[in-house]
């Protein structure tokens, strides 16, 4: 399929600087669009490259057009609005309507018609799976699940019993979801095991990156708010809550029945102890750990890079006995405020 | 299932304050439990809960009963009694004995007639699987595999050639164990394989959480004791040892070689460099690194946790000279020495 | 099958000290192996072992010759003259070539029929796989995927569509290669997908560990070099691009579009943030975190270790005011200073 600009421009609220019959049909990097292609640019890291580009089209800011050689769709927002276009041009791949033959169908499942279960799937008993909504190959979903409309789980995903996904939400590969969550009560020397009977409520238009799993509740349910988006190899405890719209990049994990608001943002491999609650609007960068609740919007860190080996060691080890330095530094302090005194006399 | 207050204070050792014929048919939390559940108090923080509670009984310690608006039983350990009572009143799913006609089976194999074999599992040849076994759908059993009664693989699980797992253990989903260990020699600029000939042993009432992996032993095998807990997303390598009860959270990572002595506790994010012996009885708290042997039980922590952004990036700042500053500190302990001394004269 | 030492000595260069005409049928360990086991000695911790082993021979270096209570064959790396022999002495196991009649095979479909498809495996159309290669239970091959000649993928691995792997590299159960990448575009309080349209491009020798997931590029592809060797749970973000012949240990994480130079290590647990530029031949130690490129081959750290639990926490606490205890010390270097020059008028 192809686009005209000036279609785009309409349907995007842009303002086009160039020939509104031009049609693109695909999009490309600035480095590798050709003239059927559209691209854009929003790092200005970038800009070099836009000196040069071939495309057909550049989506970028007012800022930007002087330094465009080629047509451009002027944004106040490029990168989202090259993200929609995207997805006009490379829409999903259309579903194959039907129940795969090699799939296993438990009793009293409700699949919509216009719903794709792939090849291996098992589906358990009980389970509505909603219009539009795809099961890639490999899939296993327990007994009383329900999937909203046009969620996609893309191959070897895990839903264990009850758990509810909603709409337009998508599932990478080996996501697990519902898994016991981690109760143990220790019992005279060894662990009794304290059984999960929550489930785990997935809102809409969730996505959920590959092999993260999201742990059932202990009594209540693990619960992920509408829009909330989570990279891979993120680990949910029991009881977690995240709200509407906050977005946790790659191997962030929330220790059970921490809250976090809305709107927050988690770079990688952050953490939070459990029991705590984070405020909506919250930004914590690359491996922070909260270890307490915060009330209020704010900006937390908690990394030390990585230092030349020599020069890191030697920061390290003074790192060991810091607290006496500190001491020392506070006696040293005495002493001079002493012949300071003295010599003021 | 309904189980009478008197039955419970019997059964569990508990002293009830209240009616023995009361029922309860499951359980639910402070807030959320109605007059057929049964909850429990074991975290202070939840205390003013406990005032409001619609719940038939709570399990809570001596000292709370008098703040107890609803009959109570008394344990000297609430969370493991609650522990044992959930056990009771919501025990797991009844088995499907038998083996599911779209599961594979390989040569030689003994399925004991009381477990059950999912759908799409694939089961390889010389396997053993014992009485009371669930195999959850999709699993994958490599050839030569035993597993131990009443074990339970709760789906997606793959076991390579010839792991063994004990009995009463559970195996949550995507859990991965036997895949070859990380073993590589360099050669000319090159990496050569490191066969990897052992395998993996785990042995009864193991806990084993989503995603976690457990590789082979590089010539002997790799060994989980009895009674040990594993969280999710945790990497235990090659010919790591763990001892029985010891229990770790998520996404802890284990070394090659690494022993980890019995009882230990290891919180989530925690990990141990290779070639390490950790005592029995050990606790390390959330994200410490060993890097090396402790031959007594202690407790050690290695977190800095996050603050504020401005204060964070002042600190951190200061860290990468932190040598220099300990220098300028002793240089100015020996003027200040030197100022007194000259003083005292 | 067993091989004499003769054999071995002239096949892999090596100086025999001992009966020619012995006979090796397996590895063992230093501690474990019998007059069948051929082992070895490369890291000196192991020396006393040496002197009780009844292994038929010992490879190890020259240095050790003397204390070698049997038969040796000597090499200037003996641990990769083991890991060759190992590999002779046991190989793979062979393949079963064809498809399982379980498996699912989409259309335009090339097997080479030296190759093997395992049972419930589900693969896409358009796809081609090479002599020699085979497809473990429950794996999953998307649309149009490559796999060169004698790749081995375990068990349940999944291979999103157009991803391509090279020759003779081996995938480890859970693999997750070509799930969307993580890109959003911020839009007004709710995050915009960006199509993920970009593939993965593995080359040859490549071993790629337990769950670790690789992303597919945003535009242009992500790709992992010939002879790559990755451990478990390692996170490769989109666009991410790793050269050849590095060896990068569990857990890491790649943010999006970093490239990683040829020959380098990466020990477990170490990160990348995204965009930056890693030289070949550096060496990242655990945990390390890269936050900006390198364009000289180097080694960085930024662990700081385990302490016993007081310690640590008189250390920490001062952390978190290092900035003001500095300030302090700059002020007491002035004050001290002014006293000495008022000494010396």
Redesign the interface.
């Given at each position: 399929m192809g686009i005209t600009l000036g279609e785009l421009a309409v349907q995007f609220s842009l303002d086009l600087h160039g020939d509104p019959e031009t049609t693109v049909t695909?999009?490309?990097?600035l480095a590798?669009a050709d003239e059927n292609a559209l691209t854009f640019l929003a790092n200005p890291?970038y800009r070099k490259q836009l000196q040069v580009t071939k495309a057909a089209v550049v989506v970028l800011d007012a800022g930007a057009v002087d330094d465009c050689p080629t047509d451009c769709l002027v944004s106040t927002?490029p990168?989202?609005s090259?993200?929609?276009i995207?997805?006009l041009l490379?829409p999903p791949a259309p579903l194959n309507p039907g129940i795969?033959p090699?799939a296993?169908i438990g009793d009293g499942v409700a699949v919509d018609p216009s719903a794709e279960v792939?090849?291996?799937c098992?589906v358990g008993s009980d389970v509505k799976i909603g219009p539009g909504v795809l099961l890639?190959?490999?899939c296993?979903i327990?007994d009383g699940v329900r999937i909203g409309a046009q969620t996609r789980l893309?191959?070897?995903v895990?839903l264990?019993h009850n758990v509810v996904i909603g709409e337009r939400s998508?599932l990478?590969?080996?996501v697990?979801i519902g898994?016991?969550g981690?109760?143990?009560?220790?019992?005279s020397?060894?662990?009794?095991?304290?059984?999960q009977?929550g489930s785990v409520v997935v809102g809409d238009?969730v996505?959920i990156?590959?092999?993260t799993?999201i742990?059932r509740g202990a009594?209540?349910d693990t619960v992920i708010e509408n829009?909330v988006?989570l990279?891979?190899?993120i680990?949910i405890?029991h009881n977690v809550s995240i709200g509407e719209?906050t977005?946790i990049?790659?191997?962030v994990?929330v220790?059970g029945s921490t809250r976090i608001g809305k709107?927050c943002m988690v770079a990688?491999?952050?953490?939070f102890?459990g029991?705590i609650d984070i405020a909506d609007d919250c930004v914590?960068?690359?491996?922070?750990?909260?270890?307490?609740s915060v009330t209020e919007p704010?900006?937390?860190?908690?990394?030390?890079?990585?230092?030349?080996?020599g020069?890191?060691?030697?920061?390290?080890?003074?790192?060991?006995?810091?607290?006496r330095?500190?001491r020392?530094?506070k006696e040293?302090?005495k002493?001079?405020a002493l012949?300071?005194r003295?010599?003021d006399k």
């Amino acid at each position: 399929m192809g686009i005209t600009l000036g279609e785009l421009a309409v349907q995007f609220s842009l303002d086009l600087h160039g020939d509104p019959e031009t049609t693109v049909t695909r999009v490309g990097t600035l480095a590798g669009a050709d003239e059927n292609a559209l691209t854009f640019l929003a790092n200005p890291q970038y800009r070099k490259q836009l000196q040069v580009t071939k495309a057909a089209v550049v989506v970028l800011d007012a800022g930007a057009v002087d330094d465009c050689p080629t047509d451009c769709l002027v944004s106040t927002n490029p990168y989202a609005s090259y993200a929609k276009i995207a997805q006009l041009l490379h829409p999903p791949a259309p579903l194959n309507p039907g129940i795969h033959p090699t799939a296993t169908i438990g009793d009293g499942v409700a699949v919509d018609p216009s719903a794709e279960v792939g090849a291996q799937c098992v589906v358990g008993s009980d389970v509505k799976i909603g219009p539009g909504v795809l099961l890639g190959p490999g899939c296993v979903i327990g007994d009383g699940v329900r999937i909203g409309a046009q969620t996609r789980l893309a191959a070897q995903v895990t839903l264990l019993h009850n758990v509810v996904i909603g709409e337009r939400s998508i599932l990478q590969p080996g996501v697990v979801i519902g898994a016991d969550g981690f109760g143990f009560a220790a019992d005279s020397g060894i662990w009794q095991k304290v059984p999960q009977l929550g489930s785990v409520v997935v809102g809409d238009d969730v996505e959920i990156g590959a092999q993260t799993t999201i742990d059932r509740g202990a009594i209540d349910d693990t619960v992920i708010e509408n829009g909330v988006k989570l990279d891979n190899h993120i680990m949910i405890g029991h009881n977690v809550s995240i709200g509407e719209h906050t977005i946790i990049a790659a191997k962030v994990g929330v220790s059970g029945s921490t809250r976090i608001g809305k709107r927050c943002m988690v770079a990688a491999e952050a953490a939070f102890v459990g029991h705590i609650d984070i405020a909506d609007d919250c930004v914590i960068t690359a491996r922070a750990v909260m270890n307490h609740s915060v009330t209020e919007p704010g900006v937390f860190a908690g990394l030390l890079v990585a230092d030349e080996i020599g020069k890191w060691r030697k920061n390290a080890a003074r790192f060991r006995s810091l607290d006496r330095f500190v001491r020392k530094l506070k006696e040293l302090e005495k002493t001079v405020a002493l012949l300071v005194r003295e010599r003021d006399k």
